[in-house]
């Protein structure tokens, strides 16, 4: 996909899989069905259990379609967790995921790989009020109509949902 | 978060102070003191401020946070996020608020939210989108905090709670009096909220980026990314720092979201999504 993308690869290094890259590993985070199509009433080819390294081909939706030890198939977006050992540059790619489920990630070791610093808590704390920036994003807004005429020409039709329960507590499926 | 804990904190100090005043009996006066002070201020009450003062306060912490890192100088792209967003907007409670977004010039992955409806996305975490689909849902989660003002909670519930009710009851307009509310610069957006708040936030994204007509996994997508490899990175050093980490924030999406998206045929938009050049 994009060779725009590969540039902006550059940049921000680890993170600009735009796109799941063929190869990509990942590893599921609970048991789930193997199914040969995404969607929920496709045919179950196998299950695969928890912790199961996988390679992330394709994703569909909430689908991701990734080959495992046991055949290839689609599996729930968030059964899964993408991890990509080439890209982290660990060479493991379990070292990767441990240490971001342990909660240590972006907490312990904070290396600039960039090179570019971003906004951190000094700079937003000493920042001061800018007039014509905040003008010029005001003079960008769209009004409710402007924003559904270009809804409809992305055919994008608006459908009533109810927001989602908070879930039990400790209601792990 | 943090805000919370302070206040549980000085929840527990003063059940601990109430206890003894009882139980040694220093006197009605004392006991009455302690019941006062265990009432919640006045002005803790949400709610308590109109929608216009609610977007003055929104305008003084955009102004900071542009202060810090400017719009992205790309006119068609901030027009673009301003329809997407809108549109997402119209689909929760406060449709007519004055929603503003955009993209600002820093490659930071992140994106604020500030009270009255506006919105900023960072252009390292734009970078990172890969349809409209999944912008619709960043942008529908801190829609989410709008709609719940939960940056305004926090504000209410920190020390200026008392001045902001004073000086924002008549004198509306003046900046140096919002100032004094929101404290230095930007800062209310880099304070992490509780933990409860941002899992609501999400809930709130996938429905509301559904409704528009999106595949609700736009957000969680994002998620999946930012998480999968990026713990060594400084660009998310903030957005670790204040929000739960994208693992638990999926775990708890997959929780809430079950099989509920699966018959809906949500558009993803691709094509669509703005590159900026």
Not at chain 1, 2 to 18: I, Q
Not at chain 2, 20 to 46: C, I, M, T, W, Y
Request: with cysteine; proline share 3%.
């Amino acid at each position: 996909m994009k060779r725009k993308y590969y540039c902006l690869s550059l940049l921000t290094l680890l993170l600009t899989a735009s796109l799941v890259h063929a190869g990509e590993t990942g590893t599921t985070v609970k048991a789930d069905s193997l199914r040969d199509a995404p969607f929920s009433d496709a045919k179950v080819i196998t299950t695969v259990s928890a912790s199961t390294p996988i390679e992330i081909l394709k994703k569909n939706k909430g689908w991701y379609q990734i080959t495992t030890p046991q055949g290839k198939g689609w599996m729930r977006m968030l059964s899964i967790r993408r991890g990509d050992a080439k890209q982290s540059g660990k060479g493991n790619q379990l070292t990767g995921l441990a240490s971001l489920t342990s909660g240590r990630a972006g907490t312990g070791k904070v290396v600039s790989t960039t090179g570019v610093r971003g906004l951190n808590e000094e700079e937003l704390k000493a920042a001061k009020f800018d007039e014509k920036q905040i003008a010029l994003a005001e003079s960008y807004l769209s009004s409710r109509d402007e924003a559904q005429k270009y809804a409809a020409r992305g055919k994008l039709k608006s459908q009533q949902i109810n927001y989602l329960p908070e879930p039990a507590q400790g209601g792990a499926k | 978060m943090k805000v919370l804990h302070l206040i549980s904190c000085a929840t527990l100090t003063l059940c601990a102070y109430a206890a003894p005043v009882s139980a040694f009996d220093f006197g009605q006066e004392l006991r009455n003191a302690a019941r006062e002070l265990k009432k919640p201020a006045p002005s803790s009450s949400l709610g308590g401020y109109s929608e216009q003062e609610e977007v003055a306060i929104g305008r003084q912490i955009a102004g900071n946070l542009l202060g810090a890192a400017p719009l992205v100088q790309d006119k068609k792209l901030q027009k673009y996020v301003n329809n997407i967003g809108r549109w997402v907007a119209s689909q929760s409670e406060r449709p007519d608020l004055p929603w503003h977004f955009g993209v600002i010039d820093t490659s930071d992955i992140n994106a604020f939210a500030a009270p009255g409806g506006y919105i900023f996305v960072t252009r390292g975490l734009y970078l990172l989108l890969e349809d409209e689909a999944a912008l619709a849902g960043v942008l529908a989660h801190e829609i989410g905090h709008v709609i719940k003002k939960h940056h305004l909670k926090i504000l209410q519930q920190s020390k200026m709670l008392d001045m902001g009710s004073k000086f924002l009851g008549k004198q509306i307009g003046g900046n140096d009096n919002i100032e004094k509310l929101i404290g230095s610069g930007a800062e209310i957006v880099s304070r992490s909220l509780d933990k409860n708040a941002e899992f609501e936030a999400d809930r709130m994204g996938v429905v509301l980026a559904a409704r528009a007509g999106y595949d609700a996994y736009g957000l969680p997508g994002v998620l999946q990314q930012i998480g999968h490899a990026s713990a060594n990175d400084s660009s998310v050093a903030l957005l670790f720092k204040t929000h739960p980490l994208p693992d638990e924030r999926l775990s708890k999406l997959d929780e809430a979201m079950d099989s509920r998206f699966d018959n809906l045929n949500g558009l993803n938009l691709g094509k669509r999504l703005y590159r900026i050049k």
